[in-house]
């Protein structure tokens, strides 16, 4: 029945505060800041990746089937300079260049703002090149090169919106006799809610089941895809459906990915298509508490 987007203190971005600046593992570069980008600016941010196109040859004519086409990983590099106020300044600001760029274990969020619109990317840092020339060791300015591979090369909203419906509900109706001015009772609940991803690719949501229901089934129509478990949901009890990671979850963590029925899509087969998604929530049994949320980012390839 509701929509709408969710700001999240962990939003990334959330330290960019002009156009033209990058925010990375806690440094922000560009205008404002002693890390200024390069005149050719980033590379790979807004480039198609690679594509594996899964076509398989026909046999006895020419040509090939055409299969499923996946973008590869993404990779953007960065070319920054490193301005010191004075050389006594230069060590600091080098110090912490080097440590957000540091290798790490783990993704952590990439975030660029331009003409007032930023859009982040999950990566690591694959190579960062920072030669101690001469115009380093007299001025302390540097150019440094940084480089990032993210291996989900979808761009991202930094916002997560959310959407929720309860399972339909009949509306009250008009109470007899009347009585002036009328009344026309409480409207009731369709069991549908619209998930609008506003990007170019599909995204994936994570789909959340609060009881009390039994066998909730959810349904996108616009792609027509359903997923549908066989599992009985108490009072407050929730079940997470993971459709990215393709998990589902019981409360904290017992996985219940064997309940979904023959009706059931693969989970990381639903996926939030560009534009207007129709998401249906029904079940045979369910009570007034029972309802269905769904929160995402939208996505750019």
């Known amino acids: 029945m509701t929509a709408a987007p969710a700001v999240l203190a962990s939003a990334p971005g959330s330290l960019l505060t002009e156009d033209g600046q990058l925010e990375w593992n806690g440094l922000v570069v560009g205008p404002g800041t002693p890390f200024q980008l390069a005149a050719e600016g980033l590379t790979g941010w807004a480039d198609l990746p690679g594509i594996d196109f899964g076509d398989a040859n026909r046999p006895a004519q020419h040509g090939a089937w055409a299969g499923e086409a996946l973008a590869q990983p993404r990779t953007v590099g960065a070319t920054v300079w490193i301005l010191a106020d004075s050389p006594g300044e230069a060590a600091d600001l080098l110090d912490a260049f080097c440590r957000a760029t ?32 001469r115009q380093y060791a007299r001025n302390g300015v540097a150019k440094a090169a940084v480089q990032w591979v993210c291996t989900d090369p979808r761009r991202y909203t930094p916002d997560e919106a959310t959407a929720e419906t309860p399972l339909p509900q009949r509306g009250l109706g008009m109470p007899y006799p009347l009585v002036y001015p009328v009344g026309y009772g409480d409207p009731g609940a369709s069991g549908s809610v619209d998930a609008e991803n506003t990007g170019n690719a599909g995204t994936y949501p994570v789909i959340t089941v609060t009881g009390p229901v039994r066998m909730p089934r959810i349904v996108n129509q616009a792609t027509g895809l359903v997923l549908e478990y066989d599992i009985e949901l108490g009072a407050g009890e929730r079940l997470t459906v993971d459709t990215a990671e393709g998990t589902v979850q019981l409360g904290a963590g017992a996985s219940r990915l064997h309940t979904a029925t023959v009706a059931s899509a693969p989970e990381q087969a639903w996926t939030l298509v560009p534009g207007r998604n129709p998401v249906v929530f029904r079940a045979p049994e369910g009570g007034a508490g029972a309802r269905a949320s769904l929160r995402w980012r939208s996505a750019f390839l």
């Open 102 to 133: 540091a290798l790490g274990r783990s993704e952590d969020w990439l975030a660029v703002r331009t003409h007032g619109r930023t859009h982040a990317v999950r990566g690591r840092v694959a190579q960062r090149v920072v030669p101690l020339d």
